[in-house]
């Protein structure tokens, strides 16, 4: 399906797609990562307002990625335990208080902040796995405020997902097919600015 994405129902109508193909591409698990960064290579394009070819830019974008994107695939699921392991320990020991709470969020804003700037990285710019590394750690520093931003949107969109598989199971599955693909999309909404300021200043 090809067409330009410069107004708001082809946007919304370009998101579900890719959200679709998110979807059927991480069914293997293993492949969430190249998968991901595909959608952000996508939805940025979208967000950018140009046209798409959404199935061949897909594909395109888990084939030039696939090696990192396996990476980030491990990468996440290390970062998912390392989430579940810090909150277990603030609400499951004598460690809940203010002070182990903002540690706990400190250390939960840095780890989904390194997960989403990477995919963005990917999705964004070709370069290497360590000069990535590099950015993601250099531009959440520089851009704090805006990384702020993003791990609130996404720890609440995420926290609604996450509420939707608690009301009924199958209602978080039927979530997975378009909730993960405006998630990307709100971030892409500020990662974009982050990029134009680092293009303007090259």
């Known amino acids: 399906m090809k067409h330009e994405a410069d107004k708001p129902l082809l946007k919304i109508l370009n998101v579900l ?3 679709l193909l998110w979807f059927v591409f991480s069914l293997p ?3 969430i990562g190249p998968a991901t960064c595909a959608a952000f290579y996508l939805i940025i394009k979208i967000c950018n307002n140009k046209e798409v070819s959404t199935f061949k830019m897909f594909t395109k974008g888990m ?3 696939a090696l990192q994107g396996l990476i980030m695939s491990l990468i996440s699921a ?3 335990a390392m989430l579940f392991g810090i909150w277990y320990l603030v609400f499951e020991n004598e460690w ?3 002070i182990a709470i903002g540690v706990a969020l400190v250390l939960s804003m840095t780890i ?3 997960n989403v700037f990477a995919y963005a990285f990917i999705g964004r710019y070709e370069n290497t796995f360590v000069n990535i590394v590099k950015n993601v750690v250099v531009r959440q520093l520089q851009f704090f405020k805006r990384a702020a931003l993003i791990f609130l949107i996404v720890t609440v969109e995420l926290g609604v997902l996450g509420y939707l598989f608690y009301l009924n199971i199958l209602g978080g599955i039927i979530g997975l097919f378009f909730w993960p693909g405006f998630i990307i999309y709100s971030v892409c909404l500020i ?3 982050i990029f134009r300021q ?3 200043n090259q």
């Open 29 to 31: 698990i293993i492949t």
């Open 198 to 200: 680092i293009e303007e």
């Open 96 to 98: 809940f208080n203010i």
């Open 112 to 114: 989904v902040n390194s």
């Open 78 to 80: 290390v970062s998912a």
């Open 191 to 193: 990662m974009l600015e």
């Open 17 to 19: 797609l890719v959200n």
């Open 63 to 65: 084939k030039d990625n």
